[in-house]
């Protein structure tokens, strides 16, 4: 089962790489940009056709790896 | 308007990033895991209304700069 993880910085937390996009996307000429912020978003291929396992799975692996909590959000979506 | 920009690695391209996290997942006891990739997500606040416009200022966006589409793909949603 295919799970997309999305972990983003919460509101509030400064996002430096998005900042940097928002610049260059100025220089660029881009001049209708408000804001850019950027996440991961982490496609995980799971062994199991269980999707509240699934879910519980990766609701543990973003607790323990792949999302640092104190700063980022995240969201689990079953495709 | 709001506009999701995912930035991924080809098909066929080596993911250092997931297959680093893929390794941290087995260490951690997470056995059931077959494939972790890892993209991008980058959210654009556009200042205008206009679907197309949104969508045309995204397309050259990624083009030029978010993403490099020698080994990227990417997808643009409209929030």
Do not use: W
Not at 27 to 36: E, Q
């Amino acid at each position: 089962m295919k799970v997309t993880v999305n972990v983003f910085l919460k509101d509030g937390v400064l996002d430096p790489q998005g900042k940097a996009a928002h610049h260059a996307l100025d220089s660029l000429g881009f001049k209708g940009v408000a804001d850019v912020r950027i996440g991961k978003q982490i496609i995980l291929q799971l062994n199991t056709d269980d999707e509240d396992e699934a879910k519980t799975q990766a609701k543990e692996m973003c607790e323990t790896l792949l999302a640092n909590t104190v700063i980022e959000d995240y969201t689990i979506e079953l495709n």
